[in-house]
Structures are given as structure tokens and as C-alpha cells.
């Protein structure tokens, strides 16, 4: 039975969510082995074993959303807020580049104060002076903007769904739209930007149903990158009673996102890292094919808190580069010190 579905949803072009959420249900130990064990098998058949990198740089932690998962939401009184300069960044690049590292992603809470034109000197910068591939995951902004950005170099752009099931979407997101986060992701497409996405698993709401249409929507929508990561309750939000994601149902996700989307570059998430053990490593194993080492300076990295106990927040700039290798090794893999483009290009 668990061979013929895994077998069905690998195969088909339009995979049954009847069979996801068969199984998504699977909790048996025997059973998960199955599922991550025909991942791992996808994996090295489209990704091969190298292990990319992405360079994390966490620029900016203001935000004018509520979300309410995030502890970057506004209404956080207690976080101190911050914002590196563009000399600071570059700094964070040069690291991150002398670590071989050929991806740089900017992140920053959705910022009102940010911009654009600021944004594309950064970016225009940073392609002056390295040969670096620029991620950007500066969430929702009009498709002009986007364009600036675009044409001034960046090449990839992260914006996750977190839930592709619009009520859920609705009751997490005040002052948000469903329709406004896919309109985004469609300008993304348009302008030829890769485009990642992803989801949070353990919202409460979610269901192996919900999960199920999660992961056909990557499917449908071709994405380049997918993000999945547990949810970590953070106590300064709507959400701090909330129970965190579980492992092992992240790991499923992670696994079916692998098996039916193929060769879509999977990070082993740092919030999968940051639970009560490292998980990426088990995140490597079923399905995932890329690290994202932070270079957020250390006086600022445990200012971006989007959840609490994240990991190596006290770890000077770059010394996770050279975890990485560790890691790699640990699951008999190697670092891939390319620019680690699209494989849907
Ligand atoms: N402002 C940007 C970046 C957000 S932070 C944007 O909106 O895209 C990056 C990711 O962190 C989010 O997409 C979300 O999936 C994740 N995240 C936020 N809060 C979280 C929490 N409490 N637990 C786990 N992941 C969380």
C-alpha cells in the first residue's frame, strides 16, 4: 500500500491528495522510514549529494504587518528594533564570500520605512563588487518595485505562503490578503525571478488535508525553492499558547514536498534546527538539499526574532560556515560551492 502511493504521487502529474494525506497520516516508525528513505532516493537521483549553500543576512527586523506567528509582528513593544547600513551588509557579503559562499539572501521584517531605490544601490553594490547570486525576502511590494530590484541584479526572491488554505491564511494574517500574497508571487514569476515559497507546519487549524493542498501548490506552481519549517510559538504574540510543530510531521511534508515537486531546491530550515535537537540533519535525509548558514552580524542576530531559541545565536559571524561542512559529513554528503541556480530553469 505505502509502495504503490509513494510509487503514484512520485509518477504522477497530478498527484491525488487523497494519497498525501494517506500518507501524511503514516506514523508508524517502520512507515516514516519508508517515506524519508523514497525522498532521500529523489533527492539524489535530481539534486545529487551536494549540499548548497544560501548566506542568511537578516538586514532589517522592522515590520508594519501583525502577523500572528512572528515575533517581528509591530505590536512587539519589547523588541528593539535595528536596520544595518549598506556598508554593514556589505561587510556581511564579504564574509560570506570569503567562506566560498555564492548566494546572499537579504531578509527583513516588511519594513514601511524601506526604500527601494536604497534596496537597489544594496543590491547593485553588491553585484559590483561580487560574483554572488542575491536572494531578496523582503515580503510583499508592488510589482514596481520588485522590477527596480530585479533589474538591478537580484535574481531570486523568497515569499512563503505559510498556508495555502485561504481561511487559515485569514485568521493568521490581520490586515492582510490571500489574494495579495499570490498576486506577488505571479509578479515574481512574471519579471523571471526563481521564486521560493513555503509553508509553517503545527499551525493550529492545520490539517493532513491542508498540508496535502500545501504541497500541490508548490507542485502546481512550479516553485524553485521550497521553505518548510515547524512552528515555534513566540511568547510576544497572538499565538504564544500555541503548541510548536512536530518534528516528525515537518520531515513528512519535507519528504512528500521532495517526491512529488522533484527537483525544487529544499532547504534544511533553521527553525527544523532549532528545536530541541538538530534536525536539519534528519531535514537532510528526507528530502533536503540546502543550508542557510547565517552572516547576520551578532549584535543584531538575536534582535531578528521571529521565534525564540534560534539557533548559533551566539555564534560569531560565519562560524557556521564551517559547521556546515560538519554537517555534510555527518550525513555522508559534501558542501556544493556553486551558485546552486534553479534546476527548473
Ligand atoms: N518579512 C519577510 C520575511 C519573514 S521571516 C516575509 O514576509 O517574507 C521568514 C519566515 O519565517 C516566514 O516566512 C515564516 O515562515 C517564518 N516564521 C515566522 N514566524 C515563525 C514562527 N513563529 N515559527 C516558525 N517560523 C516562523
Known amino acids: 500500500m505505502m509502495k504503490e502511493k ?8 497530478f498527484p491525488k491528495s487523497s494519497d498525501l494525506e494517506f500518507l501524511l497520516s503514516r506514523d508508524k516508525p517502520r512507515e516514516l522510514q519508508e517515506i524519508f528513505e523514497f525522498a532521500d532516493q529523489a533527492r539524489k537521483q535530481f539534486m545529487g549529494e551536494g549540499i548548497l549553500l544560501r548566506g ?29 547600513g549598506k556598508e554593514e551588509i556589505l561587510s556581511c557579503v564579504e564574509k560570506l564570500n570569503s567562506c566560498g559562499i555564492k548566494t546572499v539572501v537579504l531578509q527583513s521584517g516588511e519594513e514601511d520605512g524601506l526604500d527601494p531605490l536604497w534596496l537597489k544601490s544594496v543590491i547593485e553594490a553588491i553585484k559590483a563588487e561580487f560574483e554572488i547570486a542575491i536572494t531578496l525576502s523582503v515580503g510583499e511590494r508592488t510589482k514596481e518595485e ?18 495555502s488554505n485561504k481561511e487559515l491564511y485569514g485568521s493568521l494574517h490581520s490586515g492582510m490578503s490571500f489574494e495579495n500574497r499570490l498576486r506577488c508571487l505571479r509578479d ?16 493550529k487549524g492545520q490539517t493532513v488535508k491542508t498540508l ?14 521550497i521553505g518548510i519549517g515547524p512552528f515555534i510559538p513566540h511568547p510576544q504574540t497572538r499565538l504564544a499558547s500555541q503548541k510548536k510543530g512536530e518534528v516528525e510531521l ?36 528526507a528530502g533536503a538539499n540546502v543550508l ?7 549584535k543584531y542576530k538575536k534582535l531578528y526574532e521571529i521565534y525564540p531559541g534560534k539557533r548559533c545565536i551566539s555564534e560569531p559571524v560565519g562560524a557556521c560556515a564551517f559547521c556546515m561542512e560538519e554537517l555534510a559529513h555527518s550525513v555522508g554528503r559534501y558542501i556544493d560551492y556553486s551558485r546552486g541556480d534553479s534546476l527548473k530553469l
Open 6 to 13: 509513494l510509487a503514484a504521487i512520485f509518477s504522477e502529474q
Open 56 to 84: 542568511l543576512v537578516e538586514f532589517s527586523n522592522h515590520c508594519r504587518n501583525s502577523c500572528f506567528y512572528c515575533g517581528l509582528n509591530k505590536n512587539n513593544q519589547e523588541l528593539e528594533r535595528y536596520r544595518l
Open 146 to 163: 520588485y522590477k527596480i530590484w530585479k533589474d538591478a541584479g537580484a535574481n531570486r526572491y523568497l515569499l512563503k505562503i505559510e498556508t
Open 188 to 203: 515574481l514569476r512574471a519579471l523571471g525571478y526563481q521564486v521560493g515559497c513555503g509553508n509553517m507546519i503545527g499551525l
Open 212 to 225: 496535502a493542498e500545501d504541497i500541490l501548490f508548490f507542485k502546481e506552481n512550479n516553485f524553485d525553492m
Open 250 to 285: 515537518t520531515l513528512k511534508v519535507l519528504a512528500l514536498t521532495r517526491i512529488v515537486t522533484k527537483n525544487a531546491h529544499l532547504p534544511a530550515t533553521t527553525a527544523l534546527g532549532s528545536l530541541e535537537e538538530d534536525f536539519r540533519i534528519k531535514g537532510l535525509k
Open 292 to 298: 542557510m548558514p547565517n552572516f547576520t552580524p551578532l
